[in-house]
């Protein structure tokens, strides 16, 4: 990967919907080599895809919370049975295995307290292996989703 290439990505972290026209433009580069890079990258398995971002407190989701959760058992079974759930709860929008104490550290938004108090008590507390669940009540975004360092 070369400074071409970093150009290419940091304009599309900024703008995912850049046409390839108007991304060769802004990184100097005429269409066909523009493309050929955007196609390698994504080849590559650098560029995963493209989404829209969304605005949680326009759907109605004005409440996050981070969740620490410790496993009472850490082996292979234990752990795959507790990550296979979590696929199945739409609320937790970011969940990651972490080395140490806690185990996992999981980012949930809800529509409100009580549905948050709802999904920690049925959903939550009743995942596989669950030791203990600590909940840590977001109070503003200072950073979220800035793009990589290129």
Do not use: W
Not at 50 to 62: I, K, S
Not at 81 to 92: N, P, R, V
Not at 126 to 145: I, Y
Request: a negative charge; glycine letters at 4%.
């Amino acid at each position: 990967m070369d400074r071409t290439d970093r150009k290419i990505l940091a304009e599309l972290q900024k703008d995912g919907r850049l046409s390839v026209t108007e991304l060769a433009e802004r990184v100097g580069l005429s269409l066909s080599p523009c493309h050929r890079r955007v196609r390698a990258l994504e080849e590559a398995g650098v560029l995963l895809g493209y989404r829209a971002q969304l605005d949680p407190a326009a759907l109605g989701l004005n409440f996050s919370a981070m969740v620490f959760v410790t496993l009472r058992e850490g082996d292979r079974p234990a752990v795959e049975a507790f990550e296979t759930a979590l696929l199945d709860i739409a609320q937790i929008i970011t969940a990651q295995r972490l080395f140490g104490e806690p185990d996992y550290l999981l980012q949930v938004v809800a529509q409100d307290l009580p549905a948050f108090q709802r999904l920690y008590d049925e959903r939550l507390s009743t995942l596989p292996n669950v030791q203990r669940l600590t909940s840590t009540l977001v109070m503003k975004q200072v950073v979220q989703d800035r793009p990589l360092p290129l």
